[in-house]
């Protein structure tokens, strides 16, 4: 259960700190034709929400694996909110390869299925690549 809860968390905590980080402060678009409402201040935002939810996760015990301390706990938030984000990049470079915005209207304003779950395509098999590396 621990783990799920990390991967759904380290999955998602990003998607929100770097929409809001973005609205706040985006000014500088880095990729306007892959995904053009995406800012380099919004992807900063992103890692350093996903860098605090590994910290917090491991404070509270909640990652798996023996005395996850919290430099850990940052670094494996680090690397799965960059994960989390290369598969939000990658749905946006598969929709603007079809030719469309979002991948379906069932969310509203949020896309459809493959908009919300975009993030778990490379956070799932690096979250499986440590669990293997890291069990001794």
């Avoid at 201040?41 to 996850?68: H, K, N, R, T, Y």
């Avoid at 919290?70 to 929709?95: C, P, R, T």
Wanted: aromatic fraction near 8%; proline fraction near 4%; glycine fraction near 20%.
């Amino acid at each position: 259960q621990a783990g799920l809860v990390s991967l759904i968390v380290l999955s998602k905590v990003g998607d929100v700190f770097g929409y809001f980080g973005g609205s706040l402060f985006g000014r500088h678009h880095p990729l306007p034709k892959l995904s053009p409402g995406k800012t380099t201040e919004g992807f900063a935002c992103s890692l350093l929400g996903g860098i605090g939810a590994g910290v917090a996760l491991a404070q509270w015990g909640v990652l798996p694996g023996e005395d996850v301390g919290l430099a850990s706990g940052a670094l494996l938030g680090g690397i799965m909110n960059v994960a989390a984000q290369a598969g939000d990049l990658f749905e946006s470079w598969v929709k603007r390869g079809a030719g469309r915005k979002d991948s379906g209207g069932t969310f509203g304003p949020s896309g459809g299925f493959l908009d919300l779950l975009d993030s778990f395509f490379l956070t799932i098999p690096v979250a499986l690549l440590i669990g293997l590396l890291t069990r001794g």
